[in-house]
Every structure is written in structure tokens, then in C-alpha cells.
Nanobody
Framework: QVQLVESGGGSVQAGGSLRLSCAASRYTTWMAWFRQAPGKEREGVAALYLRTSNTRYANSVMARFTISRDNAENTVYLRMNSLEPEDTAMYYC??????????????????WGQGTQVTVSS
């Protein structure tokens, strides 16, 4: 079992920045961030393979968001710059990727956090 606790969400104006944190109860090899806006499906934002720092990003956030890790603290971060109103969503942390399933498929992940809300106003 892995418990995941997200933090760092909030309300910002367009163009602003936020950093989300996800603390895991133990080491995991893969971690990811997903988001879900009202009325939409949950979508993959970014993923990180902790052993090599190999990363994956959704096209919509490429060059604006950065996923990083602190292995000592079993914590993964999502730095979000140049935020847009379209980034408004509940952001979820996920862990333990199932091999062979695309990283941005929710079925690829075994554990989920409760989410942290990000609201971007225009």
C-alpha cells in the first residue's frame, strides 16, 4: 500500500505559478500527476521514473510544467508556470505504474491521492 498526500493547490491569476507537492508513504519507482476538470475525464499531466528521472508530459503543459522529485522525502513536485484558465482542475497524484499501459491512462496507476484544487482566473 502507498498513501499519497497532495498539497500546494490554490487560486492564481492567469500567468501565475504554483508548485504542487505529493508526499508518498514509501518509495515508488513511478509517480505522476493527473488532473480532472468538471465534466471532463481525468487526464495525465506529467510522469516521472524516479530511478532515472525520465519524464513524460502532456502536450498541453509541455514547457510550462516541470515534474521533479526529492527521493529522500519520497516527494514529487509539479511546478506550474504560465498558468492558464484551462489549467483549472483538481490535480491528483498517482503512484506505481503498471508496466505496458500508457502512462497517461488512469488504469496504469495503482494508487491515488485525494487531490488538490487549482483555480486559474483570467
Amino acid at each position: 500500500q502507498v498513501q499519497l498526500v497532495e498539497s500546494g493547490g490554490g487560486s492564481v491569476q492567469a500567468g501565475g505559478s504554483l508548485r504542487l507537492s505529493c508526499a508518498a508513504s514509501r518509495y515508488t519507482t513511478w509517480m505522476a500527476w493527473f488532473r480532472q476538470a468538471p465534466g471532463k475525464e481525468r487526464e495525465g499531466v506529467a510522469a516521472l521514473y524516479l530511478r532515472t528521472s525520465n519524464t513524460r508530459y502532456a502536450n498541453s503543459v509541455m514547457a510550462r510544467f516541470t515534474i521533479s522529485r526529492d527521493n529522500a522525502e519520497n516527494t514529487v513536485y509539479l511546478r506550474m508556470n504560465s498558468l492558464e484558465p484551462e489549467d483549472t482542475a483538481m490535480y491528483y497524484c498517482a503512484a506505481e505504474n503498471r508496466f505496458g499501459i500508457p502512462w497517461n491512462d488512469t488504469r496504469a496507476w495503482s494508487y491515488w491521492g485525494q487531490g488538490t484544487q487549482v483555480t486559474v482566473s483570467s
